[in-house]
């Protein structure tokens, strides 16, 4: 009788273990992919600020630089994917098109002195530049949480874990192929 009450008591606390190793691994797990969504959320927070401003800068841009409409084309393109995007792979791709877009909008608007001296213009891209830098850094604390999270779902014993409860790697922000040459600006008519 003493016996069998210790085997009990064994294998009861074994599986006690067991039940708080699993709760543990899983808590821990989903706390960082909690962080991840909401180092997420920052950005596309950012994201729709700058959203929000485009508009009003080209309207400002627009009156200055008639025959500059190509980079208009490609910001209202780029805009419309962004509004499109439905998952966190296709907001990625659509911002990063976005990004490549604002930036030859912004070495446009250097070239263009009596663009540069307007009140309005000044403010927007003040405020453009500012959100641009927002984005940057929700983008790199974005990738800092995302990459501790794909090395705790990759690491054991989580990793015997973390497929099994529907743990799957975070995508980290990269710079688009674009970013990496200087965009060529023509002012010649």
């Known amino acids: 009788m003493k016996k069998t009450s210790i085997i009990i008591s064994v294998i009861v606390g074994v599986i006690l273990l067991v039940f708080l190793m699993f709760s543990g691994t899983y808590n821990s797990l989903n706390a960082s992919r909690h962080d991840v969504e909401n180092a997420y959320a920052k950005i596309e927070t950012q994201l729709q600020r700058r959203y929000d401003l485009i508009p009003n800068l080209v309207n400002v841009t627009k009156g ?3 025959h500059e409409s190509e980079i208009f084309t490609k910001i209202a393109e780029s805009r419309n994917l962004v509004s499109a995007a439905k998952t966190q792979n296709e907001k990625i791709a ?18 263009y002195p009596t663009l540069k001296s307007d009140v309005q213009a000044q403010q927007l891209m003040a405020e453009l530049a500012g959100t641009e830098n927002r984005i940057q850094v929700a983008r790199t604390d974005y990738n800092d949480v995302a990459n501790v999270y794909n ?7 989580n990793v015997m874990f973390a497929g099994a409860f529907g743990f799957s790697k975070a995508e980290l922000y990269q710079a688009v192929s674009e970013a990496k040459t200087v965009p060529n600006v023509n002012l010649k008519p």
């Open 151 to 157: 090395k705790k779902i990759s690491a054991f014993p």
């Open 64 to 66: 200055y630089m008639e």
């Open 94 to 111: 659509a911002n990063m098109q976005l990004d490549s877009a604002i930036s030859r909008l912004l070495v446009i608007h250097e070239n």
